[in-house]
């Protein structure tokens, strides 16, 4: 099991945090809604974040939204959490 370089359960809503991609899907959700992320929503064992960048989804009409995400405090199989940037944006 990885260890991350804080403590879990000191990430809050309304935190940023910094991931790295573990697969292939996950670096490419990276490269496509860059490396910081913002805690929308905690629970035990996951955390809801949302990308800070809009991207372009393939719907009618190509609106640009932002992507959302859970992500599990242990052992995430696409994505590592890396940094926790307490109540600020990088």
């Known amino acids: 099991m990885e260890t991350n370089?804080?403590?879990?359960?000191?990430?809050?809503?309304?935190?940023?945090?910094?991931?790295?991609?573990?697969?292939?899907?996950?670096?490419?959700?990276?490269?496509?809604?860059?490396?910081v992320w913002e805690v929308i929503d905690e629970q035990l064992t996951k955390i809801l974040l949302q990308s800070l960048e809009k991207t372009f989804k393939d719907t009618p009409g190509r609106v640009a939204e932002?992507?959302?995400r859970w992500i599990s405090a242990t052992e995430d199989r696409d994505f590592e959490v890396v940094e926790l940037i307490k109540g600020e944006a990088a």
């Open 66 to 68: 932002k992507d959302w």
């Open 5 to 35: 370089r804080f403590n879990w359960r000191s990430i809050c809503i309304g935190d940023f945090v910094r991931l790295k991609g573990k697969t292939r899907k996950g670096k490419n959700r990276i490269n496509q809604h860059g490396d």
